[in-house]
């Protein structure tokens, strides 16, 4: 059975860095024209890179435009016409939307990256969405985030606030491999099947002490088998584990009263990095499709031996 491609996508929401990280390949090379790879901090502890690339092969070619009344529809357009306006269609690029602007433009990205670095400053707060993507080298399982929008948000991030509410979500349709981890973390292995028939497995988490979670868990154990067609939900983690630790020398006194804070009094307490905390969590489960796939459709052919191996 032909396998076919899994879609996921990400959201985040926070504050912009790295603007100033665009690189340019050689006009010789046959990878991409131009690169801009900026971070979305989306809590105090949580950094995503994420990036928009133009593929040397596409720049001066045809782009596409989709209709705005057909779904589904696309047309090709000159490179030098990607910019007119056309009734009923519209361009399929890089969304931009930057401060004190009431409109969204579409870029082709290697235009994107332009305007992205000319509207934003490192700190402003932006809401990203992006095309999620997973590949293996090894042992080593890697995700890329290419932009598909970015705006500015309508109230600045602020992540100390009483109000704030992180967003760094997925949605991840995968194919249900197994189910194992521990009683207090599940984890969960899926196929995301890539450019030509390209799987990469991913493992995902599901916290089991949170009673919302394990409803989820729970599901994923009794209802889920092999092959089936999944959209999961939930949260990127990509945090630094930190810890509060006593001071070297502990908490500085002074002869009388109550030293200030700027010259080291206060609390003996400070924040140490302890480790790192890469997962995705599954939250929620939005779709099933059931008995898509068998084993067999993932078994790849043994390829045949030479005489001297």
């Given at each position: 059975?032909?396998?076919?491609?899994?879609?996921?996508?990400?959201?985040?929401?926070?504050?912009?860095?790295?603007?100033?990280?665009?690189?340019?390949?050689?006009?010789?090379?046959?990878?991409?024209?131009?690169?801009?790879?900026?971070?979305?901090?989306?809590?105090?502890?949580?950094?995503?890179?994420?990036?928009?690339?133009?593929w040397?092969?596409?720049?001066?070619?045809?782009?596409y435009?989709?209709?705005?009344?057909?779904k589904?529809?696309?047309?090709?357009?000159?490179?030098?016409?990607?910019?007119?306006?056309?009734?009923?269609?519209?361009?399929?690029?890089?969304?931009?939307?930057?401060?004190n602007?009431?409109?969204?433009?579409?870029?082709?990205?290697?235009?994107?990256?332009d305007?992205?670095?000319?509207?934003?400053?490192?700190?402003?707060?932006?809401?990203?969405?992006?095309?999620?993507?997973?590949?293996a080298?090894?042992?080593?399982?890697?995700?890329?985030?290419?932009?598909?929008?970015?705006?500015?948000?309508?109230?600045?991030?602020?992540?100390?606030?009483?109000?704030?509410?992180?967003?760094?979500?997925?949605?991840?349709?995968?194919?249900?491999?197994?189910?194992?981890?521990?009683?207090?973390?599940?984890?969960?292995?899926?196929?995301?099947?890539g450019?030509?028939?390209?799987?990469?497995?991913?493992?995902?988490?599901?916290?089991?002490?949170?009673?919302?979670?394990?409803?989820?868990?729970?599901?994923?154990?009794?209802?889920?088998?092999?092959g089936?067609?999944?959209?999961?939900?939930?949260?990127?983690?990509?945090?630094?584990?930190?810890?509060?630790?006593?001071?070297?020398?502990?908490?500085?006194t002074?002869?009388?009263?109550?030293?200030?804070?700027?010259?080291?009094?206060?609390?003996?307490?400070?924040?140490?990095?302890?480790?790192?905390?890469?997962e995705?969590?599954?939250?929620?489960?939005a779709?099933?499709?059931?008995?898509?796939?068998?084993?067999?459709?993932?078994?790849?052919?043994?390829?045949?031996?030479?005489p001297?191996?």
């Amino acid at each position: 059975m032909a396998l076919k491609q899994t879609k996921s996508y990400a959201m985040f929401r926070g504050k912009i860095y790295g603007l100033n990280s665009e690189k340019k390949s050689p006009v010789s090379s046959n990878d991409f024209a131009s690169k801009l790879q900026f971070i979305v901090k989306t809590d105090e502890d949580n950094v995503h890179y994420c990036q928009v690339t133009q593929w040397l092969s596409q720049v001066g070619k045809e782009v596409y435009f989709s209709s705005t009344t057909e779904k589904g529809t696309t047309q090709k357009v000159p490179w030098d016409k990607r910019y007119e306006n056309f009734e009923n269609w519209k361009l399929i690029g890089v969304g931009v939307k930057g401060p004190n602007e009431q409109e969204t433009k579409t870029f082709v990205p290697m235009d994107a990256i332009d305007a992205i670095q000319s509207k934003f400053t490192d700190g402003d707060s932006v809401f990203v969405k992006c095309t999620k993507t997973s590949s293996a080298r090894g042992n080593n399982v890697y995700t890329n985030y290419e932009v598909n929008a970015i705006y500015t948000t309508q109230d600045e991030v602020n992540f100390e606030s009483e109000d704030f509410e992180e967003v760094s979500d997925f949605m991840d349709e995968v194919v249900f491999v197994s189910t194992g981890g521990t009683s207090k973390k599940m984890e969960v292995e899926a196929y995301h099947i890539g450019y030509k028939d390209a799987l990469t497995l991913v493992t995902y988490t599901v916290d089991m002490e949170d009673n919302d979670s394990k409803e989820v868990g729970n599901y994923i154990k009794k209802i889920l088998k092999f092959g089936d067609v999944v959209k999961l939900e939930g949260i990127i983690h990509n945090r630094a584990v930190v810890e509060w630790k006593d001071k070297d020398g502990g908490e500085q006194t002074s002869v009388v009263g109550k030293k200030r804070k700027a010259f080291g009094g206060g609390s003996n307490k400070e924040k140490v990095v302890t480790g790192e905390r890469e997962e995705f969590e599954i939250v929620a489960i939005a779709e099933v499709k059931s008995g898509v796939y068998k084993q067999s459709d993932f078994e790849q052919e043994e390829a045949e031996k030479l005489p001297w191996e």
